[in-house]
């Protein structure tokens, strides 16, 4: 006998089959509310199973709070830099998936992806080189000024199994930390020059993502998934604050 649930993945089969088909291609695809009915996590399911975020929990609220007015943060309305989700993370997740509830109705807020396999490709051969050699410590905080901090040293171009994993952080890059404070962007002092490697893919990356990025502004309802191994992702400012996404983050076994 089916459960109610059976039946509604059976029913959404042939769309998420086509969906699959879309983010292995082109490394994202968004989902109809109607593949959603069976419940988000359900079909969420069908592609990988959600691990905890930073929080500990299998959510995240992208919605903005008060405190955050002056960060790069998922919790304010400003901008965020080119960056992969959980560099800190061996591996970090998979895929990564933001469920949009309200979209900004300003007219931004659009969630970018460009490709980093590409990006890479369009280096100079000394940078590419660093990409696939020179270790990085990656460094996140759960939020802005928080502790504990987790750490990975790995090069930014890694591999997992065979497939490639890119870890990217423009905040990282340039602030020192995935989730910068307020007291670290101001610190110009703290800052690297301008001839130093990570800080040209950050600029580089800013300049790429001006060209090359797709950018997405979810529909209220629809649910954006990408593939964090090998897209990198940012987000344009917005000032509507009723702007509210949930996001997920799912591993799979290969
Ligand atoms: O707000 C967005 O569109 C994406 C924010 C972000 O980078 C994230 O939640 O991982
Ligand atoms: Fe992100």
């Known amino acids: 006998m089916h459960s109610t649930l059976d039946i509604g993945i059976a029913e959404v089969a042939p769309q998420l089959d086509a969906a699959r088909d879309e983010l292995h291609r082109q490394g994202w695809t968004v989902l109809l509310p109607q593949a959603l009915e069976p419940g988000v996590r359900a079909t969420l399911a069908q592609f990988g199973a959600i ?33 992969t989700e959980v560099p800190v993370g061996a591996p970090p997740p998979r895929y990564l998936a933001l469920h949009c509830h309200r979209q900004a109705r300003c007219g931004q807020g659009h969630t970018r992806l460009a490709d980093g396999v590409a990006f890479c490709s369009s280096l100079d051969p000394e940078l590419q080189r660093f990409v696939r050699e020179t270790p ?3 460094a996140a905080t759960l939020a802005p000024g928080a502790t504990p901090r987790q750490t990975l040293t790995v090069p930014i171009m890694g591999s997992d199994g065979g497939r490639p994993v890119f870890r990217f952080s423009y905040n990282q890059f340039l602030y020192g930390d995935v989730n910068p404070s307020e007291a670290a962007l101001d610190d110009a002092s703290a800052r690297p020059d301008a001839n130093a490697p990570l800080v040209r893919l950050a600029t580089l990356a800013a300049a790429y993502f001006e060209s090359h990025a797709v950018p997405v502004l979810i529909p209220d309802g629809h649910l954006l998934i990408w593939d964090n191994h090998r897209l990198i992702h940012s987000r344009s400012a917005f000032s509507d604050p009723e702007r509210h996404l949930t996001r997920y983050w799912l591993q799979t076994a290969h």
């Open 51 to 83: 691990v905890p975020q930073y929080n500990g929990q299998d959510t995240w609220e992208v919605k903005a709070k008060p405190g955050f007015e002056k960060v790069p943060y998922s919790q304010s309305r400003n901008g965020i830099g080119p960056h």
């Open 136 to 138: 990085v410590t990656f």
